[in-house]
Nanobody, 123 residues
Framework: QVQLVESGGGLVQPGGSLRLSCAAS????????IAWFRQAPGKEREGVSCIHDSDVSTYYRDSATGRVTIFRDRSKNTVILEMNSLEPEDTAVYYC????????????????WGQGTQVTVSS
């Protein structure tokens, strides 16, 4: 059974950091692009970052530049999203998603989704 499971969300103060993990089971992440999306209440799902099978990474939001890092831990079949200097505007449910080969900012192109992990940035 193919599954993506996110972990690492929680409550953090503004300026803090979080490390989100996306663990794959039932398939190998090799040949798959893995992306992180987020969705805040009342807003559309938006792309945060994505990493190709070749480990080339893409960041979809200008405000993520310099604050977000995505990378693979191939030994654990996991993709990590590290977020720093978090702001209240980063509060959302964060999802990881997988599709074959090439990254896309369009969530409808992804075949596999995790259940999401809540990130709340508040003092």
């Amino acid at each position: 059974q193919v599954q993506l499971v996110e972990s690492g969300g929680g409550l953090v103060q503004p300026g803090g950091s979080l490390r989100l993990s996306c663990a794959a089971s039932g398939f190998a992440l090799r040949y798959y692009a893995i992306a992180w999306f987020r969705q805040a209440p009342g807003k559309e799902r938006e792309g945060v970052s994505c990493i190709h099978d070749s480990d080339v990474s893409t960041y979809y939001r200008d405000s993520a530049t310099g604050r977000v890092t995505i990378f693979r831990d191939r030994s654990k079949n996991t993709v990590i999203l590290e977020m720093n200097s978090l702001e209240p505007e980063d509060t959302a449910v964060y999802y990881c998603a997988g599709k074959y080969w090439v990254c896309s900012s369009n969530p409808s192109e992804y075949d596999y989704w995790g259940q999401g992990t809540q990130v709340t940035v508040s003092s």
